[in-house]
């Protein structure tokens, strides 16, 4: 690696130069979204209690999802507990927006070096910056913190160790996504098989002329296909263990819920059918793969990133299980190009796209070497001209930046809550809460009476919830409860409505 980068240090400014302004992007809209209380689930809230739990030096409880529930029953995540020391020290929702924010600007820097060093400093600046701005990035962040930011970085510093033949350094870097997700062990293994095939073919053509093929030795092939090997079964058999040992031993149902995505309508989350109802339904949902059109959008997004550049490398395949198992799941929250899905193929897509490029600028074809040289100024303006139809688009309007029109209300009730309460809540305040309370989904309360329960009934329940002092004592029947703030307090017959217990 030193070997590598000797002589090369001009490369480092402007990646820096990229990530920062990238990362300043990634914060300020992130950062507007937390002020404007635009909160699109509940998904940072459950990702801060089982941060604060790492950082208590406990298991990640997540009572938003059950009362007592372990996190590592629903997801095995156990990467979360890096961002724990930075919550021990400023224990917030925005710690985690932050830790999202850097992890995806920090990627840039291995992507940017890599096509730098490959394709020439101003295309390989121009790859970076297009990364950076890349439509799936900001759709991640403008939905606040998953737990798929940890995989970028983790996949920009893969890709770009596989570019420059640092096999072990990619190996590492790839295990480590083993613990970010279940999923992305099939990620894992499908890098370590396109390891194994090329290092494969390398030998080969050694075999067939002895000593050095291109920039590779035979020991450099024989290298990546042990290296390959090894992953390919960390991956499989890793994947095999969490979903069928280790998320069962910590669900309350001893399974993974998800199984049920692949049994019906995508509304099922049971998964008490299992992998059986699950492959049992794999034909079904195969013939309908590229159904409704969604799909196929978020398919020519991907492969405009790059300008089809990434179809190219062998390295594009390492986006195939991301894809696949979104296209064949009936939840349709998988199929388009919002939410965080789309993190984890921005830099596999890239760095199969670098990988591309600096084949086909060889080419013995002049079209295909325009084609090469033409790819990063386009995919530069595809990004620039995708901005304006993803969530970067806000960041030139000035309501962006305005306080949220119920400030006065938020403020007041945040006020009426005592610190390490519990409290029952919809979405509204959600992701407000954890660093102060012990938070509870309204829809799945404990049967301990709870201190509070607040309703926001624009949050976008069906309908309004109604009184939370109704509710409560529907609830907890031997428990009293009044109303300390609603319409009386606020003047809004849709304000924020809390009930506090009283005895």
Known sequence: MRDRLQGTGWLWWPAWAIAALCTSLYLTLSLARWHRMSTPSWDNAIFEEAIKGYAHLSLPVVD?????????????????????????????GVTLLVAQCVALGLSILPLTLAARRHLGP???????????????????????????CLAVPLLAFALAALLDARWRAAAVWSALLLGVKEDLGLTVAVIGLVMWVEGWRRERRRLGAPGRVGDYSGADARRELR????????????????????????????????????????????????????????????????????????????????????????????AVPTLVWRFISPNYGFWGSGWHYSLVLMPIVFGAGIDALRRLKTSESRAVRRYAAAVPSLALAFALVAASQFPFRDLVKPETYDPPGRADQV???????DDDCTIGTDVGLIVYLPSRCRVFWVA???????????????????????????????????ATYELVYGEAQSGDPEGLRLAKRVG
Not at 122 to 134: D, H, K, N, Q, R
């Open 227 to 318: 290296t390959g090997r090894n992953l390919v079964i960390a991956g499989s058999v890793t994947l095999v263990v969490v979903l069928l040992i280790i998320i069962p031993a910590f669900n309350p149902g001893h399974h993974w819920d998800y199984w049920g995505r692949l049994e019906g309508d995508g509304g099922s989350m049971t998964g008490e059918g299992g992998i059986a109802a699950a492959l049992g339904n794999l034909p079904e949902l195969a013939l309908n793969f590229f159904q409704p059109y969604q799909k196929v959008n978020t398919l020519v997004l991907v492969v405009a990133l790059t300008v089809g550049a990434a179809c190219v490398s062998p390295y594009g395949l390492i």
């Open 122 to 148: 101003v295309p390989g600046a121009a790859i970076g910056l297009a990364y950076g701005l890349s439509w799936g990035l900001q759709s991640g962040v403008d939905v606040q913190f998953h737990e798929y």
């Open 444 to 478: 799945d309360l404990p049967a301990e009476p709870l201190d509070y329960l607040v309703f926001d009934p624009t949050s976008g329940w069906s309908g309004d919830p109604g009184n939370p002092v109704d509710w409560a004592q529907s609830t907890y029947p031997d």
């Open 64 to 92: 938003i999802k059950g009362e007592g529930f372990v996190q590592l029953g629903d997801h095995f995540s156990p990467l979360l507990a890096v961002i724990a020391p930075f919550y021990a020290i400023w224990p917030s």
């Open 411 to 417: 403020a007041a009730v945040m006020d009426l809550i």
